[in-house]
C-alpha cells in the first residue's frame, strides 16, 4: 500500500499558446502579457474564469480593433453570431409547442370553467326539484 503512495502525480503544465507572450482573457478577452497572474481589464485570474463561455458566437470570425489612448493600447475583439444554430431552431420550435399548449390549456380551462357552474346548478336544480 506504501508503493501506491509513493509516486506522485506531476503538476499540470499550461497549454502551450501560439503566443508565448501574451494569453488571453477567458472573460473579457483582453491580451495580456504573459507574466500578468490575473488581467489588467478585468482582474481577474488566469485561467479561473467562472463565466460561461458564449455559445452562439462564430469563434473563426474574430475582428481586432485596435484603440490607442496616449500610451496605452487595448486591442479589442469582435465576433460575428453564428448564422446557422440548431439550439435556437429547436428553441424556436419548443416556444411554438408550448405557445399552442399555453392556448389549448387555456381553452380548456374556459371550457371547464363555463361548464362547471352550468352542470352544478342544473345538477342542483334537478336535485332540488
Same mark, same amino acid.
Not at 12 to 38: H, I, L, M
Given at each position: 500500500?506504501?508503493?501506491?503512495?509513493?509516486?506522485?502525480?506531476?503538476?499540470? /503544465?499550461?497549454?502551450?499558446?501560439?503566443?508565448?507572450?501574451?494569453?488571453?482573457?477567458?472573460?473579457? +478577452?483582453?491580451?495580456?502579457?504573459?507574466?500578468?497572474?490575473?488581467?489588467?481589464?478585468?482582474?481577474?485570474?488566469?485561467?479561473?474564469? +467562472?463565466?460561461?463561455?458564449?455559445?452562439?458566437?462564430?469563434?473563426?470570425?474574430? @475582428?481586432?480593433?485596435?484603440?490607442?489612448?496616449?500610451d496605452?493600447?487595448?486591442?479589442? +475583439?469582435?465576433?460575428k453570431?453564428? +448564422?446557422?444554430?440548431?439550439?435556437?431552431?429547436?428553441?424556436?420550435?419548443?416556444? @411554438?409547442?408550448? /405557445?399552442?399548449?399555453?392556448?389549448?390549456?387555456?381553452?380548456?380551462?374556459?371550457?371547464?370553467?363555463?361548464?362547471?357552474?352550468?352542470?352544478?346548478?342544473?345538477?342542483?336544480?334537478?336535485?332540488?326539484?
Amino acid at each position: 500500500m506504501g508503493d501506491k503512495k509513493s509516486p506522485t502525480r506531476p503538476k499540470r /503544465q499550461p497549454k502551450p499558446s501560439s503566443d508565448e507572450g501574451y494569453w488571453d482573457c477567458s472573460v473579457c +478577452t483582453f491580451r495580456n502579457s504573459a507574466e500578468a497572474f490575473k488581467c489588467l481589464m478585468c482582474d481577474v485570474r488566469k485561467g479561473t474564469s +467562472t463565466r460561461p463561455r458564449l455559445k452562439n458566437v462564430d469563434r473563426s470570425s474574430a @475582428q481586432h480593433l485596435e484603440v490607442t489612448v496616449g500610451d496605452l493600447t487595448v486591442i479589442i +475583439t469582435d465576433f460575428k453570431e453564428k +448564422t446557422k444554430s440548431p439550439p435556437a431552431s429547436s428553441a424556436a420550435s419548443a416556444d @411554438q409547442h408550448s /405557445q399552442s399548449g399555453s392556448s389549448s390549456d387555456n381553452t380548456e380551462r374556459g371550457m371547464s370553467r363555463s361548464s362547471s357552474p352550468r352542470g352544478e346548478a342544473s345538477s342542483l336544480n334537478g336535485e332540488s326539484h
